[in-house]
């Protein structure tokens, strides 16, 4: 798995280095420390929840991903165990969450001002779907921010993504958070997650794609 997913950082790092159209914003995927078993066990603990192992030896063996883009097209964020502790922890509310759920996580990467949540969302889909799929990171394509796609795990430890667009709330409901509710429609490992997403940003490929 790590020969993969190393190869495609590198492969991006790359072509953000040679930076000419239309890859002149993009910024550099950096690998972080890896995390020690302790730092997992205090996520876990403080979340109330067990990460896969998939995900665990990703930040023992490995580390977790980061890009340092500027306008934060066609980048990356899988967050360390320490990074999402911090903002189970923050004391700003704009910048904290109440949980890795995949719901509030979404919401947190939006200043925690996503009003269709609470007004537009049956309560029981949004229940079902926060309490039993979990949020660890995100990509952007080529729309500034207003889509992304959402890295998350469900209890059974299979992988996926959910995509939003600020202007897409009811697709949002009905191509997503609706199925997820009944029953987990995550298919993929994390190897296959993660080198789906790296190719994703690395090719330009556009929100739509």
């Given at each position: 798995m790590f020969e993969k997913i190393t190869g495609l950082v590198k492969n991006y790092n790359e072509k953000a280095i040679q930076a000419g159209e239309p890859y002149a914003t993009m910024g550099l995927i950096s690998i972080e420390k890896k995390s020690s078993p302790e730092e997992i066990s205090q996520l876990e603990r403080a979340a109330g929840i067990r990460l896969p192992e998939a995900?665990?030896?990703?930040?023992?063996?490995?580390?977790?991903?980061?890009?340092?883009?500027?306008?934060?097209?066609?980048?990356?964020?899988?967050?360390?165990?320490?990074?999402?502790?911090?903002k189970l922890e923050d004391e700003d509310d704009w910048s904290r969450t109440p949980s890795l759920g995949l719901i509030d996580m979404i919401k947190l990467s939006w200043g925690n001002d996503r009003y269709e949540f609470e007004e537009e969302l049956n309560n029981k889909i949004r229940e079902a779907v926060n309490t039993n799929y979990f949020c660890f990171g995100w990509y952007?394509?080529?729309?500034?921010?207003?889509?992304?796609?959402?890295?998350?795990?469900?209890?059974?430890?299979?992988?996926?993504?959910?995509?939003?667009?600020?202007?897409?709330?009811?697709e949002l409901v009905s191509d997503f958070l609706k199925p997820m509710s009944a029953g987990s429609i995550a298919t993929q490992t994390l190897e296959e997650l993660l080198c789906e997403s790296l190719q994703r940003i690395t090719n330009l490929e556009s929100a739509d794609d």
């Open positions: 995900l665990k030896l990703l930040y023992t063996g490995f580390g977790a991903l980061q890009c340092d883009s500027m306008n934060e097209n066609n980048s990356i964020h899988v967050f360390s165990p320490a990074s999402l502790l911090a952007y394509t080529d729309d500034n921010q207003e889509s992304a796609h959402y890295l998350y795990f469900d209890r059974e430890e299979k992988f996926g993504y959910v995509f939003y667009h600020q202007d897409e709330f009811s």
